[in-house]
């Protein structure tokens, strides 16, 4: 049996008063995108899940462009669960932004669920000129409440006006490569999460390297971005952390 198969696409462009319009707002499936209320020049988008999913076999693609001038905010409405189905082989999760000069993508989905017998790979591809602005937000939790997780793998690739800024990849769950919830990992975590802000006066005001709790860290990137990671015990202290580091930065 074959999975499902569905896209989403979001164009965001200026509306000449102003505001942020959205000329192309299309999902199929257990895809479906809602605009919601926003404030000041930005538009929001929401993603709620019609299905389950993704389920094994499954190929979810995310797609979003922010035109020059404009700012998207993103969302999610509830958590995405990877959950074994009766396809086999794994889930595929793609997603795929772009944003112009003077544009601004806020990605702030919610948690990333890996549930037990679940496969799921993961690749995240932002395309950023050198004027753009981002925030984005990744949380993957390794299973539900007392559940050993299934195996998630994820990529976040980041250029910026051409030039690779961030690559990175992790795998963890059972098959995942030794030592992943080892002490120089995971140490026992079971909520792992990042946040990447890109700005272009980070340029010119770098911001300093340092820890933020037992087991959270703010890295300076090479070029105008800022990467926090944190590990904690679940997904609602993880949360706390990033929200607390997104207030730092700004």
């Known amino acids: 049996m074959a999975g499902v198969r569905a896209t989403a696409r979001i164009v ?36 709620v899940g019609a299905m389950s999913g993704p389920l094994g076999g499954d190929h979810f693609t995310v797609e979003a462009e922010a035109a020059a001038g404009a700012t998207l905010h993103f969302g999610s409405a509830a958590a995405t669960i990877a959950l074994p189905g009766q396809a086999k082989g794994e889930a595929r999760y793609d997603v795929r932004l772009t944003v ?38 990744e949380e993957q939790v390794l299973g539900r409440a007392k559940e050993e997780p299934g195996r998630l793998a994820s990529r976040l690739t980041v250029r ?26 995971l140490a026992g975590h079971r909520a792992l999460g990042q946040i990447l802000v890109v700005r272009p006066e980070f340029a010119r005001e770098p911001v300093e390297a340092r820890l933020l709790g037992e087991y959270a860290t703010l890295t300076p990137l090479a070029g105008p971005g800022v990467l926090v990671t944190a590990l904690a015990p679940d997904a609602l202290r993880l949360r706390r952390i990033l929200d607390e580091a997104l207030r730092t930065l700004g």
């Open 100 to 137: 112009a000069d003077d544009a601004e993508l806020r990605w702030l989905p919610e948690q990333l669920i890996s549930a037990n017998g679940s496969e799921l790979y993961v690749t995240t591809r932002v395309d950023l000129a050198a004027g753009a602005r981002l925030v984005l937000r």
């Open 160 to 185: 910026l006006d051409g030039r690779p800024l961030l690559d990175q990849e992790l795998s963890c769950g059972p098959g995942a490569p030794g030592g992943w919830d080892g002490p120089a990992v």
């Open 12 to 47: 965001a462009r200026p509306d000449g008063r102003g505001g942020t319009a959205l000329p192309t707002l299309e999902g199929e499936g257990p895809l479906a995108l809602r605009r919601t209320r926003a404030s000041g020049d930005e538009a929001r988008v929401m993603l």
